[in-house]
């Protein structure tokens, strides 16, 4: 029992811990209008999020992320991806795809 | 036209979390759209409109309105009881020309900037145009605007702080037309009536009420904009090495470098290189030193930039900037406070064995914006930085390093930094000797609420305010980083540093503020500076 519930307890926490990416093109990031409560890399900053599973052709490896800043340009942009996320690609066999990019434009004026 | 959001909230805090504190409305101004207005003046006067109609609103309603940058400072500077109004989309920049200037500065150049600009930006947009800022701090997240407020330093003991570059001020000091105020010194007017006339404010050449306003505290009006001297774009070597504390006081209270190359331990030696045409030590434009208080076996690690003209082929820095002994204490305590679980006991005995690192790096070029680059740790902390005349430094940090070791304070994880910055002509800048050597403990505090927090925080209190008694009993002249933590309800504490010039201060606030506006640019950090 004891054994199941260290496997239970593991796999849950190997779905949702895998690995992030996250690159910065080196401009300054567009700061958060609002106060933020948030306490992690983004805080103070306008963090978008794009969260979703997409359906997508097993050969096709493309998404585009257009118009969504203001002169196209992306101060911070964060892949994260979980074991969660692998399972689901290999039991789809590639046809379902979560995708999780946290992103940040460049400040304008 | 620009539309001010506003957000109800019930208290706000510091990005370093020393609050929280209450307060009422958080406000943010962006500017008119481009499409809507596609003149830069035009949108800049329009955001001034804007300005001005939020504080009369709020003198309307008998409250204070509080301009905030990126609310860095440590201290509660920034804190306003009741409106705060965030600066950051306030950014426009310009070149300025010649029927704007009285005299043309080159090889340097005027800019203006709104002050709601972030240093990074600043350092971005000067870059592609050949220039450069003169200096600026540790890194580059904070406002134009919030840097003069505080008085924001590096430590380019030749140049200054970040104010030393600032030609004029566009002040707003209330809801009317003659509000709109665009000071400059009387002793070196940098622009003419021309501009004033474009940006809709009135001219006024005055030394007092220039070099008053120049470090304002946050309380002398909103900075709408800021007209920066910049210079012809430069790139910084930097070398990170050891140094014997005997040497480097002796480099402190000398500012004799001629032996830094032999005295300071690097990577090869490759700091041999630097020298002038006598063979002897060049002067380097930055020097600071990192000590770790708890164990003065660990190495004193010594950071040293000399100045280089500009060129295109240097390797960016970045990536190694990133991974190398940081230039900002507070990534290097955040990283390592990660890395051992935010563990304060764990950290406190870790220093008490010795933390610093032994830096064997390569020397690194890069201009001044990628040499301090991005400040990434968004724990809690604490600072405190006192100034004293650099001939003072020794029994300065003698008295500073034996308080922090009192065991009365408990155990303060953090680390030393030493710094010298030349005199600036601001009333109340900190940095007022003639050159002021900044000595700072920056640690971290206990990320948690409740009774653990705030015993540490009432030991940082008690610790904050015994180094200032030890320092007046040691009759030794001082002064505080404004931006950083302290006891700034120490009796006659502002008198005390600042003497006849904190006085002239407040008379020079009565000038540009009438007293109704007096109130709504108060916040509780003024009335604890200067009690009534």
Redesign the interface.
């Known amino acids: 029992m004891r054994i199941l519930f260290v496997l239970a307890f593991g796999l849950a926490g190997a779905l949702q811990s895998c690995y992030s990416v996250r690159i910065s093109s080196?401009?300054?990031p567009a700061?958060s209008?609002?106060?933020s409560q948030r306490?992690?890399?983004y805080?103070?900053l306008d963090v978008q999020v794009l969260d979703t599973v997409i359906k997508m052709p097993l050969l096709t490896n493309q998404i585009d992320l257009q118009n969504v800043c203001d002169q196209g340009e992306f101060a911070v942009v964060e892949y994260r991806n979980t074991f969660g996320n692998i399972l689901r690609l290999f039991f789809t066999f590639g046809r379902h795809r979560k995708v999780k990019i946290y992103y940040v434009c460049c400040?304008t004026? | 036209m620009a539309q001010t959001?506003k957000?109800n909230?019930q208290e706000?805090d510091t990005?370093h979390k020393n609050g929280p504190w209450p307060a009422k409305q958080?406000q943010?101004t962006?500017?008119a759209s481009k499409q809507s207005m596609p003149d830069?003046v035009d949108r800049y006067k329009d955001a001034a409109t804007e300005i001005q109609s939020l504080i009369s609103e709020a003198l309307a309603a008998g409250t204070t309105w509080r301009p905030v940058g990126?609310?860095w400072s440590l201290s509660h500077i920034a804190h306003g009881s009741d409106t705060l109004h965030?600066n950051?989309?306030l950014?426009?920049?310009f070149e300025l020309q010649a029927p704007q200037l009285q005299a043309d500065p080159a090889p340097n150049k005027l800019f203006l900037f709104q002050g709601g600009n972030?240093i990074?930006?600043i350092g971005?947009y000067l870059k592609k145009l050949g220039f450069s800022m003169q200096t600026m701090g540790e890194s580059n997240g904070q406002t134009l605007a919030g840097t003069l407020g505080t008085g924001v330093h590096g430590s380019a003991w030749k140049t200054g702080s970040i104010q030393d570059g600032v030609r004029a001020l566009h002040l707003i000091t209330g809801p009317g037309p003659a509000d709109s105020v665009l000071l400059q010194p009387l002793n070196s007017m940098a622009v003419t009536a021309n501009l004033a006339t474009q940006l809709g404010a009135r001219l006024v050449s005055d030394d007092t009420l220039f070099y008053s306003a120049l470090v304002g505290l946050g309380s002398c009006g909103f900075i709408m904009g800021v007209v920066l001297e910049a210079e012809p774009l430069f790139l910084l070597r930097r070398y990170v090495g050891t140094l014997a504390l005997n040497d480097a006081l002796s480099f402190i209270h000398s500012l004799d470098f001629k032996t830094a190359p032999w005295k300071i331990k690097t990577l090869n030696n490759r700091i041999h290189h630097e020298l002038n045409a006598q063979g002897e030590g060049k002067e380097p434009f930055h020097f600071k030193m990192y000590m770790n208080p708890y164990n003065s076996n660990d190495p004193l690690i010594t950071e040293i930039m000399y100045k280089l003209p500009y060129r295109s082929n240097y390797p960016n820095p970045?990536a190694l900037v990133r991974s190398s002994f940081p230039s900002d204490t507070i990534n290097f305590l955040g990283n390592l406070s990660a890395k051992h679980r935010n563990s304060i006991p764990k950290l406190t005995r870790l220093f008490a064995q010795g933390v610093m690192p032994n830096p064997q790096e390569e020397p690194i070029e890069g201009t001044l914006n990628e040499i301090f680059w991005d400040s990434?740790f968004?724990?809690s902390v604490f600072a405190f930085a006192f100034g004293v005349d650099h001939r003072q430094a020794a029994p300065a940090l003698q008295l500073f390093v034996a308080t922090i070791n009192d065991p009365r304070f408990g155990l303060l994880p953090g680390a030393i930094g030493i710094r010298i910055v030349k005199k600036s002509k601001a009333t109340l800048a900190f940095t007022r000797f003639p050159v002021t050597c900044v000595i700072e403990l920056d640690g971290l505090q206990p990320d948690t609420k409740g009774s653990q927090r705030k015993a540490a925080l009432d030991r940082l209190d008690a610790f904050c305010a015994e180094v200032c008694r030890q320092l007046i009993s040691a009759q030794i002249p001082f002064t505080l980083h404004w931006g950083k933590n302290a006891r700034w309800t120490y009796p006659n504490l502002v008198q005390h540093m600042y003497g006849s010039a904190a006085t002239e201060w407040q008379q020079s606030r009565n000038t540009l503020l009438s007293a109704p506006m007096r109130k709504v640019f108060s916040n509780p950090f003024l009335q604890d500076v200067f009690p009534i």
């Open positions: 080196g401009c300054t700061p209008t609002s106060i306490t992690d890399f805080r103070d400040k004026q | 959001l957000q909230i706000w990005f958080w943010n962006p500017l830069d990126s609310r965030g950051k989309l950014n426009l920049k972030q990074k930006e971005i970045v990434s968004t724990g």
